[in-house]
Structure formats: C-alpha cells, structure tokens
C-alpha cells in the first residue's frame, strides 16, 4: 500500500432533484478519479436539500433502502472510476425506523461497511432527532483497499470520545461528512465564531490522535420550507488537516469545489511517534468519563 493517499472532497450546493444531485456527484467522483483521487468524500446527506430543518413526514419518503438504488449507483460509480468512495444517505432500515448513515464503497463496488450516525442533534433548522435512530453499530473503522477509515458523521465531530474510539480500533485517518450552517440573521462576528469553533474541534481531535482529518460539508443557502425560520447559510470551508492540526487544504465559504488534497502516511506514523499520546494515556484514570455527568 502507498504510503501517500489521494483524498478528493465534494463540497457541492444541492436542490430537491436527486436524479441531478446525483447525476453531479457522479461527475464529481469521475473528474476527481481521472485526477488520481484514490478516495473520494462526499458531504452529509448530499442526494438531497437538508430536509431536517422541518418536521414534515413526508420527507420520510426521502430515504433509501440499503441495498437498493442508492447503493447500485454509487457502487457503480466507485467501480467504474476505481476509487473508494464515502457517501451518507436517509436510512430505511425498517418502518418506523431510520437511521443517518455513511456507506463506504470500495474500488470493485462493493459495499465495504456503513456506519450509522451516532450524535443526533434536535436544534432550530436541525431537527434531526424526528427523523433518525441514533446508531447501533458502535466506532468502527471501516477497512477499504485504501487502509482503515474512521467514518463519523457531521454532530459526531463536537465529541472527542468518538475521534479517540476510532483511533483506538486503528482509524488511519477521521472523515466527517457533514452538513453545517449559519442562521443567516446570525451577525458577522457569531458566524465567525461558529466556524472557526467548527475548524478548531476538528483540528483538535487530529492533534490529539496524531491522524489526519477530511471534512466536508455542503455550501450554499437552503429555505426553510415552512417559512418560519430564514433558512440555513451553508457555510462550505470543507478542509484536510494533518496529524499535527496543520491545514493542508480549506475550500472556499461560499462556492462549490472539488479538489485533490494528498495524505502522507508516513508523517502520520512519524507525528505519533513525536507525540505519543497513546503511550501516555492514564487509562486507569479515566472510568468516570463513561457517566453523564459528575455532581
């Protein structure tokens, strides 16, 4: 295996058309494997508007059968092009029940391993607890011909306990697909402070595992279908840090992009040898952080 990684990012806006959203993804992932992309991310929820801004069952309509559709298509799309792929998808899992899942497809198509979101977030514009089930299938790294892929997704990025998991089971690197955005009546200085808490958290959980992070997110403005909010700014900036935090690509806020960013493997392994934060970890210190809270 390469000790260097090819990693294409997806940051695309997207409308209520899943046959033309796709139909770009596919494009996307084309234009990025003919660049040399080994591994293509694409952004939360990305065959789709951001439907949680409203509890409406209707959109319950939205989600896949897995296997169906969705993964004939995507999985043909990572054969065809010989790329992994990561991509996220509305759940159908049973009536009644959904879940917000990343599927991993490596390069012959199948499908390499899901992984259901964990942290499920029930804010204004980001109703999500209506529609999903938080999931049952713990952090698991999903092994791929590209090496092992620690999948979280979006809300997961703000806990560190699911980064370190990952780590722990022998992610090679943290990939976030991920939808996030502004209140557009938020002033200049609160959308500021919201995305740069964003950057720093991610970049922390790559500090402190000493592994790369791939986070892409959605960009471009959404209504709220129910008119009783002003919508959701999707502020874009999808980036790959280092192991040591270090940015080596941001997107732009408000513009799509499709890019090519190169992971060194063996820096990884050198940084974790520098900082061996693993080495000195008190684990038998640490059994209180399994409690909700500590009166």
Not at 91 to 101: D, F, I, V
Not at 147 to 156: A, E, R, Y
Not at 195 to 202: G, L, N, T, V
């Given at each position: 295996m390469s000790r260097k990684l090819k990693v294409g990012i997806v940051q695309h806006s997207f409308n209520e058309d899943i046959d033309f959203n796709r139909a770009r993804n596919l494009t996307a992932i084309e234009n990025l494997a003919s660049e040399g992309a080994e591994l293509v991310v694409l952004s939360e929820l990305h065959d789709s508007l951001y439907f949680c801004q409203t509890e409406n069952v209707d959109n319950f309509e939205l989600a896949q059968e897995l296997p169906g559709d969705y993964t004939e298509f995507y999985g043909e799309a990572a054969k065809a092009n010989n790329?992994?792929?990561?991509?996220?998808?509305?759940?159908?899992?049973?009536?009644?029940?959904?879940?917000?899942?990343?599927?991993?497809?490596?390069?012959?198509?199948?499908?390499?391993?899901?992984?259901?979101?964990?942290?499920?977030?029930?804010?204004?514009?980001?109703?999500?607890?209506?529609?999903?089930?938080?999931?049952?299938?713990?952090?698991?790294?999903?092994?791929?011909?590209?090496?092992?892929?620690?999948?979280?997704?979006?809300?997961?990025?703000?806990y560190p306990e699911a980064a370190r998991l990952m780590a722990m089971r022998g992610a090679e690197l943290l990939i976030y697909p991920t939808a996030?955005?502004?209140?557009?009546?938020?002033?200049?200085?609160?959308?500021?402070?919201?995305?740069?808490?964003?950057?720093?958290?991610?970049?922390?959980?790559?500090?402190?595992?000493?592994?790369?992070?791939?986070?892409?997110?959605?960009?471009?403005?959404?209504?709220?279908?129910?008119?009783?909010?002003?919508?959701?700014?999707?502020?874009?900036?999808?980036?790959?840090?280092?192991?040591?935090?270090e940015i080596l690509f941001m997107a732009p806020e408000n513009a799509p992009q499709e890019q090519i960013v190169e992971i060194d493997r063996t820096r990884t392994e050198n940084v974790r040898q520098w900082w061996p934060f693993f080495r000195d970890r008190r684990i038998d210190c640490y059994g209180d952080l399994t409690k909700r809270f500590l009166d």
């Open positions: 790329v992994v792929i990561v991509t996220s998808t509305f759940e159908r899992r049973a009536p009644g029940l959904y879940h917000n899942t990343a599927v991993v497809f490596d390069t012959d198509g199948s499908i390499a391993g899901k992984y259901r979101k964990m942290h499920i977030p029930d804010d204004p514009g980001f109703y999500e607890k209506f529609y999903f089930t938080p999931g049952d299938l713990g952090f698991e790294p999903i092994e791929t011909s590209v090496g092992k892929l620690g999948v979280l997704v979006c809300w997961d990025q703000w996030i955005g502004w209140n557009p009546d938020d002033d200049d200085d609160e959308k500021a402070r919201q995305r740069e808490a964003w950057i720093i958290s991610q970049r922390g959980h790559a500090v402190a595992n000493g592994l790369p992070v791939v986070s892409v997110n959605r960009c471009g403005f959404e209504e709220d279908p129910s008119g009783q909010t002003s919508g959701i700014d999707f502020w874009g900036s999808s980036f790959v840090a280092g192991p040591q935090g």
